[in-house]
């Protein structure tokens, strides 16, 4: 009936006053990868459980490849699961595990060995068949798990940050294990997680959620490269915000004042707005000559206060001269240079293309508020 | 003396050793005395025992209410434990898995009758039949020892539970259990030590049990306990050390089976 594996209709969960989920509406394509990422309590979880089944949704629909399943217990969706904690079986070996999603699905005896042999070969575990899940590694337990999930070839499966209790090295191995898996077994999966670097490496889209609702959802390029909200820029990566306040307007250009100087606008700004927060990132804002004219945008002056060295690049923080607002920037390219050192003094500048403008939160700025009151 | 003696952990070792067998003794004593007295030839209880001869041992196989009663005893334990496994094992889930307000509330409600002396407990089982209009009978008799016995199986169970984190039953239901099959396969195995042991203090409250067994039992469907309880207020032979002490082995059996099936389960 659709193109899309999972879909959800104004999805909202409520604990008595408290609104976990707000709203959520997403469609998800077949065979896609989306991640739910967000701080702890945006509601991610909530979400995932509510696609498993665990918890009820208050409001809205929720719908598997076509076929409404908000009404349905967990073991009627068909759906597949891995938990942070493994969760394998801890009274039945490897090859029970994975055995038994097919024993609850009636699957004659001679087709589920054939079909527990292959899964646990996808994993690179079929050595490992007569183990106790406690003889195991973390790493290797969540192959068992991944195998014991995909081993009834479910419609969707759902990743419960399956690689936080992982050390650094084996989650990168297993991220991309899954993510491999994932693209030649072609399954939709849902993967939640509270760690942005995994959820931009292994998403083809990544929803960023904020006090349960999606603030964004898009490709981790456009996610890292447009941030649609303050909260995505604050969340993705890494930048500078400085506050900024209209000072003419426009058909097609703004110009805004700020601590860091002023800088023209190409676009329009609602004019509801009087007051705003631009934002850049570190590896677009560059040292120049002082003579050089880098064309417009921000251009100021500012002090190194200390230098990260973080090996592929290297970051300062750094002080405007007017303003006492920290600002990052990328000096990647610039590591060879013997005036490159703390307290040394640099003239900065961001093209306007590669500037953000977000429209101040009142809640946020409580100062800037009351001037707009004023006014 | 030897040069380790000098040694202090050496030393306190030895006065570990003294307190643990002095303690030992202390427990074992009355046991020892019972047991001594059991082959007694003396036609009535009095130590030290006078000579040696298992007559007793004897005429408490040809006493049709000691044997009567040792049949009752183990029906009644075993049907008792049954009820109180198949009424604590189901509350022990709903207390440690949902939350809903009076959780605690109910948790205390239900272990109170480990609170209530056993003897109030008796005299109002009887009120309460005879309120209801039963007879007393073998039913009444487990339904009052299954009463006692529910709590402990209840508070290991919970204690278990509480260690388990929910994780292996929603595994299970994403793998197409439903929530019954989930708890057979998944929580019930992984919770049988605290079920075991909770069935374990279930039969032996049931088994050594004389204050309610003693209000709610007739002539018909007496307890070992009982048994022995009546039998001395009227006689003071050795026969009754005799029963306690087949009565004993017969408890002791049962625990060792109990704890064998638990270490063959896989659970430590």
Redesign the interface.
């Known amino acids: 009936m659709s193109d899309y594996d999972l879909q959800l209709r104004g999805i909202r969960k409520a604990y008595g006053d408290m609104l976990a989920v707000e709203r959520i509406d997403l469609d998800i394509a077949k065979g896609e990868f989306i991640s739910l990422l967000g701080p702890s309590g945006c509601g991610k979880s909530t979400t995932l459980m509510m696609v498993a089944g665990f918890e009820a949704q208050s409001a809205g629909e929720i719908y598997i490849r076509g076929r409404r399943v908000d009404a349905l217990p967990p073991e009627r969706r068909r759906i597949g699961m891995m938990f942070q904690s493994y969760a394998l079986f801890p009274h039945m070996n490897v090859f029970a595990n994975v055995e038994y999603g097919l024993r609850m699905r009636k699957v004659p005896k001679a087709e589920r060995r054939l079909r527990v042999q292959r899964a646990l070969e996808l994993v690179h575990m079929e050595a490992f068949g007569d183990r106790a899940p406690g003889q195991l590694s973390g790493g290797q337990q969540q192959r068992v798990a991944l195998a014991r999930a995909l081993v009834t070839e479910p419609d969707i499966l759902l990743l419960d940050e399956p690689f936080s209790a992982l050390d650094r090295q084996l989650r990168e191995e297993l991220q991309r294990e899954v993510r491999d898996l994932q693209r030649k077994l072609g399954i939709t999966t849902i993967f939640v997680t509270h760690d942005q670097e995994e959820a931009l490496l292994m998403s083809d889209r990544v929803a960023v959620m904020s006090a349960g609702r999606v603030e964004q959802c898009t490709s981790p390029q456009d996610l890292y490269g447009s941030p649609a909200t303050q909260f995505v820029a604050e969340f993705i990566g890494r930048g500078t915000f400085v506050d900024a306040t209209v000072r003419e307007r426009a058909a097609s250009l703004t110009l805004f004042d700020t601590a860091l100087g002023s800088v023209p606008f190409p676009r329009a700004l609602d004019a509801a707005h009087r007051h705003a927060r631009i934002f850049f990132r570190p590896e677009h804002a560059r040292p120049v000559d002082n003579g050089a004219d880098p064309g417009p945008g921000l251009r100021f002056a500012a002090t190194i206060r200390s230098l990260y060295f973080q090996g592929a690049t290297s970051m300062a923080q750094m002080v405007a001269d007017n303003s006492d607002a920290s600002i990052v920037v990328d000096v990647s390219e610039r590591m060879m240079d013997r005036r490159l050192q703390e307290g040394a003094r640099l003239t900065i500048h961001v093209p306007v293309g590669r500037l953000h403008v977000f429209p101040a939160r009142p809640s946020g700025l409580p100062s800037a508020g009351a001037q707009s009151a004023a006014s | 003396m030897t040069a380790s003696s000098k040694d202090p952990s050496s030393l306190r070792r030895r006065i570990l050793s003294a307190y643990i067998f002095f303690m030992t003794l202390v427990l074992a004593f009355p046991l020892a005395v019972v047991g001594l007295i059991s082959f007694d030839t003396a036609a009535y209880i009095n130590f030290p025992p006078s000579g040696f001869s298992l007559k007793w041992y004897r005429s408490v196989f040809e006493n049709p209410t000691f044997m009567l009663s040792l049949t009752n005893s183990l029906v009644v334990a075993f049907a008792s434990t049954a009820c109180a496994l198949a009424v604590g094992v189901p509350a022990a889930l709903v207390i440690a898995r949902r939350r809903f307000p009076g959780r605690e509330l109910l948790y205390a409600l239900c272990l109170s009758s480990l609170t209530v002396p056993w003897i109030v407990y008796g005299v109002s089982l009887l009120f309460l039949w005879a309120a209801f209009g039963f007879r007393l009978s073998i039913t009444t008799l487990i339904f009052g020892h299954a009463v006692i016995g529910a709590p402990y199986v209840l508070r290991t169970s919970v204690a278990v539970l509480a260690d388990m984190?929910p994780?292996?039953e929603?595994?299970?239901?994403?793998?197409?259990?439903?929530?019954l099959?989930a708890f057979l396969?998944?929580t019930l195995?992984?919770m049988a030590v605290g079920v075991r042991a909770g069935a374990a203090f279930a039969f032996i409250v049931s088994i050594v049990n004389i204050p309610i067994s003693l209000f709610v039992t007739t002539a018909e469907n007496i307890t070992m306990p009982v048994a022995v309880f009546n039998y001395m207020q009227y006689n003071f032979d050795p026969s009754v050390a005799a029963f306690s002490i087949i009565q004993m082995f017969i408890i002791a059996f049962f625990i060792v089976f109990a704890v064998r099936a638990a270490r063959s389960g896989?659970?430590s």
């Open positions: 984190p994780v292996y929603r595994a299970a239901r994403s793998l197409g259990a439903s929530p099959q396969t998944v195995p992984l896989g659970v």
